[in-house]
């Protein structure tokens, strides 16, 4: 566990970290001044095997102080969950109310007690190790019911979720948004002819090469439902889904999935439904949808395999 210790007193700086270290707790480092915490925080936004668990802040110190200090970071969305513990000197019990509504967790008073610090810093590490494991649970939580469980790529409700991010995002920003419709040809017989167990393992096959098409937080692939994929695009203009779309169509060709009863070829394809727009109070998610389905719907009409856009207007 890594603690900072927040005071402007060179002489406290090196009480608490002896005191401490005495206890066993080897991570702690130290800074000066706010500004100096500050500093020290933001060089490790990057640094995921060094984030500081727990706050020591002085109440008062020149030009910011520690319930300044702990405003500010509370506001901060990569450091509000950090715990602090504010230090304050008898005489200043008046302005702990200030500090718990800016967000501190516990206060301790100088002079400091060994026994005293040890505990309060025990029992708030305690209760930051507990939060960050539940707060695990949940992420893992969310996660797994984001997922399709067949083949483990975004399902249909991440789908909804994501697509209408982005479509607020672009209405913000002015930027385009893309789908991309997916359709592995001829699945019907496929099943009929290989059985349905090798039918989910070809929907595997097909949506990790589909998975493998898109990168970024910005991109998302998922099963739409059935046999169909889709793939939204963030901030992306038409010849970008384009290309993409092509990327997924290859992807799938080269898995070399055999499907003897298919009239389009002797392995597996998809056929794609490219669709672009810039998002507006005019027109809404379903459109965008509605627009990649009738393209889908062209590429299967043209003969399959092949990727078909939708008409702009």
């Known amino acids: 566990m890594s603690i900072l210790v927040v005071d402007d007193s060179t002489d406290s700086r090196l009480l608490v970290k002896a005191l401490l270290e005495e206890k066993g707790y080897s991570d702690i480092i130290l800074a000066q001044s706010a500004a100096d915490a500050m500093r020290i925080l933001a060089n490790q936004q990057t640094d995921s095997q060094n984030k500081v668990d727990l706050i020591l802040m002085d109440l008062v110190m020149p030009k910011m102080d520690g319930i300044q200090a702990c405003l500010m970071l509370k506001q901060d969305e990569v450091f509000k969950d950090i715990p602090i513990i504010m230090v304050t000197a008898s005489g200043e019990v008046e302005n702990l109310e200030r500090a718990f509504a800016a967000g501190a967790t516990d206060f301790i008073t100088k002079p400091l007690k060994k026994v005293e610090l040890v505990a309060r810093v025990r029992s708030v590490l305690k209760m930051k190790s507990e939060m960050d494991q539940r707060k ?128 389009v070829s002797a392995i597996v394809t998809v056929s794609i439904g490219v669709a672009n727009i810039v998002p507006s109070p005019q027109t809404t998610p379903q459109q965008l949808i509605e627009a990649a389905d009738d393209a889908l719907y062209n590429a299967k009409q043209q003969g399959r395999n092949q990727i078909q856009i939708a008409v702009q207007g």
């Open 136 to 263: 695990a649970r949940e992420t893992e939580l969310r996660r797994l019911t984001s997922l399709d469980g067949l083949t483990g790529i975004a399902n249909r409700r991440w789908f909804d979720e994501f697509l209408d991010a982005a479509w607020r995002q672009g209405l913000k920003n002015g930027q385009p948004l893309a789908l991309i419709m997916v359709d592995i040809d001829c699945f019907k017989l496929y099943n009929d002819n290989y059985g349905h167990l090798t039918g989910d393992q070809c929907l595997k096959k097909v949506a990790k090469a589909i998975q493998s098409s898109v990168s970024g937080p910005f991109e998302l692939a998922a099963r739409y439902g059935g046999e169909e994929f889709a793939v939204v695009l963030a901030s992306s203009e038409l010849k970008y889904a384009i290309s993409v779309a092509e990327n997924v169509r290859t992807a799938v060709s080269n898995l070399k999935i055999p499907h003897c009863r298919s009239p």
